[in-house]
């Protein structure tokens, strides 16, 4: 059975930095593509950061510079810096998997606050 756990989300002040960890059992995260999702209340679940197999990353242009989305293959564990916080990155973050065989599981989402 696959699930993904989130932790780090928070209250933070405008310009402050999290670091958002998404943990996964009964996959492997270096065999599948894996990001960084977020939803704010009224909004669309949007992609804010991911990452492939092969570790390429890409990211949302509204977080660029400012994000960075890693993979600690050895803890199976995927991570979003978040750097320069901004109020319109308040939302609750998710983390979802895509493995090889088209399978797509998500977690159950960590929210984020930024204050202004």
């Known amino acids: 059975q696959v699930q993904l756990v989130e932790s780090g989300g928070g209250l933070v002040q405008a310009g402050g930095s999290l670091r958002l960890s998404c943990a996964a059992t009964g996959t492997i995260f270096s065999l599948n593509a894996v990001g960084w999702h977020r939803q704010a209340p009224g909004k669309q679940r949007e992609l804010v950061a991911g990452i492939s197999r092969g570790g390429f990353t890409n990211y949302a242009d509204s977080v660029k510079g400012r994000f960075a989305i890693s993979r600690d293959n050895a803890n199976n564990t995927v991570y979003l810096r978040m750097y320069a916080l901004k109020p319109e990155d308040t939302a609750v973050y998710y983390c979802?998997?895509?493995?090889?065989?088209?399978?797509?599981?998500w977690g159950q989402g960590t929210q984020v606050t930024v204050s202004s």
């Open positions: 979802r998997t895509t493995q090889l065989g088209g399978d797509v599981y």
